[in-house]
T-cell receptor, first 112, second 115 residues
């Protein structure tokens, strides 16, 4: 285990639903990330929080809304998603002044 | 702009043979380079990194990688492959000029070790 947990591991939701993904890190890190992993594509960085402040939002549609209430927890709130949003959503953490990131196991999201 | 290329979608190697997974990169400044491995239904697991110093970097599970500045490459290697090494491998880069810790990943190479 890497010290980063994600719940739920699997989620199926309709296009009109609202759901949230949760990430928790037990590594004492102070930066957290959301990535989207789709088949045959590079990992897409969605959001970056550094010291609980959002520092990156890579043109992500507003139907994805992140929240970082403290340095150990990160949420991704989902609403009115599209089928093309189906993917593996990965959370990661690191030290702000560090190098490598540590990843959680991901949430496999299916939008029907 | 920062980018990573992994030219091979798939690499097959016989168990016990040496393996190489290729990676080339493009950055503005000096590169920080990383290799990650992903097993089925799991997140990415950090293998090794190059920041500075010796061009040959050793990591977890007997893997190593060689930084080659002139060829802008950072190929992953292992002297003797195991069936359990079968997984998806990602190369990642960031440069030393950006303040953020954002990594840019390649598309991944699926390694299959044949018994």
């Amino acid at each position: 285990e890497t010290g980063v947990t994600q719940t739920p591991r699997h989620l199926v939701m309709g296009m009109t639903n609202k759901k949230s993904l949760k990430c928790e890190q037990h590594l004492g890190h102070n930066a957290m990330y959301w990535y989207k992993q789709s088949a045959k594509k590079p990992l897409e960085l969605m959001f970056v929080y550094s010291l609980e402040e959002r520092v990156e939002n890579n043109s992500v549609p507003s139907r994805f809304s992140p929240e970082c209430p403290n340095s150990s927890h990160l949420f991704l709130h989902l609403h009115t998603l599209q089928p093309e949003d189906s993917a593996l959503y990965l959370c990661a953490s690191s030290q702000v002044q560090g190098y490598e990131q540590y990843f959680g196991p991901g949430t496999r999201l299916t939008v029907t | 702009a920062q980018s990573v290329a992994q030219p091979e979608d798939q690499v097959n190697v016989a168990e016990g043979n040496p393996l190489t997974v290729k990676c080339t990169y493009s950055v503005s400044g000096n590169p920080y380079l990383f290799w990650y491995v992903q097993y089925p239904n799991r997140g990415l697991q950090f293998l090794l990194k190059y920041i500075t110093g010796d061009n040959l970097v050793k990591g977890s599970y007997g893997f190593e990688a060689e930084f080659n500045k002139s060829q802008t490459s950072f190929h992953l290697k292992k002297p003797s492959a195991l069936v359990s090494d079968s997984a998806l491998y990602f190369c990642a880069v960031r440069d030393d000029q950006t303040g953020a810790n954002n990594l840019f990943f390649g598309t991944g190479t699926r390694l299959t070790v044949i018994p």
